[in-house]
Structure formats: C-alpha cells, structure tokens
C-alpha cells in the first residue's frame, strides 16, 4: 500500500522560510515521480514543483521561481520542498503526490489515494 506523509508546514511572517519534507512508503523515490502541489482556499489547485525521473526535469510554478527549491534525497527516500522569502500569497494546504512531471507542468494522478493528507502554510505577520 502507497502512502504519503508531509510534514513541514507552520505558520511564518513574510519573508521567512520553510521546508516541507514529503515520506513516502511503498515506493522508492528513483522509480516514482514525486511532486508538491498547494491548494488555498477559493483557488484553484496549483502545481508548484516537481523532479521527472525520466529526464530529470525540473518544474516550478512561475510564481514560486527563485523562491522555492526541490530537493530528492533518494537515500532517505525523501522529497524536500525548501521555501524561502515566503509570502501571504503562498498561504495554502501543501500537498505532495506521486503524478507526471515536465518541464512546464506537475500533474498529480487523480486518485487521491496517491496524495498525502496536507501540510498547513501560513504566511502572515
């Protein structure tokens, strides 16, 4: 059985930093692709970043560009999402899941079973 656990979020003044760590069981990360998407109230769901592990591809939503890194520790068979100079606008439930990564996208799979319960972001002073 797959699972996936987040942990990380907090609350945070703007400007401050965070990182998310994603654990996944059931699955070694060389074969699985692994990514964060965040969902915030009255928003649409937004992918945020992600590593291919088939061409190593590299995604991160334009809004979050130079701000937040991606981090695949095969041997701890761990996904950091290090966060900084967070702002109120990266408020939201950040979710990492297993889905299809490009250079342009992160596109979690619909079922939901293959997504981690959330980890709260809030960014406010």
């Known amino acids: 059985q797959v699972q996936l656990e987040e942990s990380g979020g907090d609350l945070v003044q703007p400007g401050g930093s965070l990182r998310l760590s994603c654990v996944p069981s059931?699955?070694?990360?060389?074969?699985?692709?692994i990514g964060w998407f965040r969902q915030a109230p009255g928003k649409e769901r937004e992918g945020v970043s992600c590593i291919s592990t088939s061409d190593g591809s590299i995604f991160y939503a334009d809004s979050v560009k130079g701000r937040f890194t991606i981090i695949r520790d095969n041997a701890k068979n761990t996904v950091f999402l290090q966060m900084n100079d967070l702002k109120p606008e990266d408020t939201a439930v950040y979710y990492c899941?297993?889905?299809?990564?490009?250079?342009?996208?992160?596109?979690?799979?619909?079922?939901?079973?293959?997504w981690g319960r959330g980890t709260q972001v809030t960014v406010s002073s």
């Open positions: 899941a297993l889905g299809f990564c490009s250079a342009t996208f992160f596109s979690p799979l619909s079922n939901s079973a293959y």
């Open positions: 059931g699955l070694t990360l060389p074969h699985n692709t």
